[in-house]
Protein backbone atom coordinates (compact mmCIF):
# COMPACT_ATOMS: atom_id res chain seq x y z
CA UNK A 1 0.00 0.00 0.00
CA UNK A 2 1.31 3.46 -1.26
CA UNK A 3 1.91 6.07 1.48
CA UNK A 4 2.54 9.31 2.37
CA UNK A 5 2.68 10.64 5.55
CA UNK A 6 3.49 13.93 6.20
CA UNK A 7 4.90 15.62 9.86
CA UNK A 8 6.32 18.65 11.12
CA UNK A 9 3.07 21.37 10.89
CA UNK A 10 2.44 23.76 13.78
CA UNK A 11 2.57 26.77 15.09
CA UNK A 12 4.75 29.39 14.55
CA UNK A 13 5.50 33.32 15.31
CA UNK A 14 5.86 35.33 11.78
CA UNK A 15 9.68 35.51 10.44
CA UNK A 16 10.04 32.01 12.23
CA UNK A 17 10.88 28.39 10.43
CA UNK A 18 9.29 25.37 10.23
CA UNK A 19 10.43 21.72 8.55
CA UNK A 20 7.81 19.57 7.17
CA UNK A 21 8.52 16.18 6.48
CA UNK A 22 7.26 13.63 3.65
CA UNK A 23 7.48 9.94 4.01
CA UNK A 24 6.78 7.68 1.36
CA UNK A 25 6.38 3.68 2.21
CA UNK A 26 5.19 1.09 -0.53
CA UNK A 27 7.63 1.87 -3.37
CA UNK A 28 10.01 5.23 -4.34
CA UNK A 29 9.27 8.07 -6.37
CA UNK A 30 11.52 10.10 -8.39
CA UNK A 31 9.06 13.33 -8.05
CA UNK A 32 7.48 14.73 -5.03
CA UNK A 33 5.41 18.30 -4.51
CA UNK A 34 4.35 20.40 -1.71
CA UNK A 35 0.80 21.69 -2.11
CA UNK A 36 -1.26 23.86 0.71
CA UNK A 37 -4.66 24.68 0.94
CA UNK A 38 -6.25 27.99 3.13
CA UNK A 39 -9.44 28.05 4.61
CA UNK A 40 -11.64 28.90 1.71
CA UNK A 41 -8.98 28.84 -0.90
CA UNK A 42 -7.92 26.28 -3.98
CA UNK A 43 -5.37 24.13 -3.13
CA UNK A 44 -2.01 25.44 -4.56
CA UNK A 45 1.10 24.78 -5.81
CA UNK A 46 4.41 25.01 -3.43
CA UNK A 47 7.10 23.47 -4.55
CA UNK A 48 8.46 20.51 -6.53
CA UNK A 49 11.55 18.13 -6.56
CA UNK A 50 12.52 15.90 -8.97
CA UNK A 51 14.81 13.35 -9.49
CA UNK A 52 16.12 11.30 -13.31
CA UNK A 53 18.85 10.52 -14.91
CA UNK A 54 20.02 14.06 -16.05
CA UNK A 55 19.84 15.56 -12.52
CA UNK A 56 16.60 16.53 -11.62
CA UNK A 57 14.83 19.75 -11.42
CA UNK A 58 13.50 21.69 -8.48
CA UNK A 59 10.44 24.17 -8.65
CA UNK A 60 9.14 26.98 -6.54
CA UNK A 61 5.97 28.89 -6.39
CA UNK A 62 6.87 32.76 -6.86
CA UNK A 63 5.06 33.31 -3.16
CA UNK A 64 7.62 31.67 -1.48
CA UNK A 65 11.22 31.49 -3.89
CA UNK A 66 13.82 32.53 -1.62
CA UNK A 67 12.00 31.31 1.44
CA UNK A 68 11.36 27.74 1.19
CA UNK A 69 13.62 25.05 0.20
CA UNK A 70 13.27 21.45 -0.69
CA UNK A 71 14.97 18.71 -0.62
CA UNK A 72 14.58 14.70 -0.30
CA UNK A 73 16.64 11.96 1.50
CA UNK A 74 16.60 9.35 -0.93
CA UNK A 75 18.16 7.12 1.69
CA UNK A 76 14.47 7.11 4.06
CA UNK A 77 12.85 7.81 1.47
CA UNK A 78 11.69 11.20 2.74
CA UNK A 79 10.52 14.77 1.71
CA UNK A 80 11.44 17.95 3.13
CA UNK A 81 10.09 21.72 3.00
CA UNK A 82 12.14 23.58 5.34
CA UNK A 83 10.03 26.97 5.58
CA UNK A 84 11.58 30.16 6.30
CA UNK A 85 10.58 34.12 7.19
CA UNK A 86 7.11 32.74 7.34
CA UNK A 87 4.34 34.91 7.20
CA UNK A 88 0.54 35.23 8.21
CA UNK A 89 -0.82 34.10 4.57
CA UNK A 90 1.56 31.18 4.85
CA UNK A 91 -0.90 29.73 7.40
CA UNK A 92 -2.74 26.61 5.48
CA UNK A 93 -2.94 22.90 5.19
CA UNK A 94 0.54 21.50 3.67
CA UNK A 95 0.00 18.80 1.92
CA UNK A 96 2.82 15.84 0.09
CA UNK A 97 2.03 15.31 -3.44
CA UNK A 98 3.98 12.31 -5.91
CA UNK A 99 3.96 11.80 -8.95
CA UNK A 100 2.68 15.19 -10.26
CA UNK A 101 2.91 16.38 -14.10
CA UNK A 102 2.27 19.99 -13.15
CA UNK A 103 1.43 22.44 -10.87
CA UNK A 104 -2.11 21.75 -10.94
CA UNK A 105 -3.24 19.14 -7.74
CA UNK A 106 -5.02 17.68 -9.94
CA UNK A 107 -2.41 16.16 -11.83
CA UNK A 108 -1.25 14.58 -8.65
CA UNK A 109 -1.48 10.64 -8.46
CA UNK A 110 -0.62 10.46 -4.50
CA UNK A 111 -1.65 12.60 -1.47
CA UNK A 112 -0.65 12.57 2.23
CA UNK A 113 -3.12 13.81 4.72
CA UNK A 114 -1.84 17.11 5.21
CA UNK A 115 -0.31 18.94 8.21
CA UNK A 116 -1.35 22.03 9.76
CA UNK A 117 0.86 25.20 9.77
CA UNK A 118 -0.28 28.48 11.67
CA UNK A 119 1.54 31.08 11.20
CA UNK A 120 0.84 34.01 13.86
CA UNK A 121 1.59 37.69 13.45
Do not use: H
Not at 34 to 45: D, I, L, M, S
Not at 55 to 60: E, F, K, L
Not at 74 to 96: F, H, I, R, W
Amino acid sequence: QVQLVESGGGLVQAGGSLRLSCAASGRTFTSYAWFRQAPGKEREFVAAITISWSGGSIDYADSVKGRFTISRDNAKPTVYLQMGSLKPEDTAVYYCAAVCSGRTAGTCSYWGQGTQVSVSS
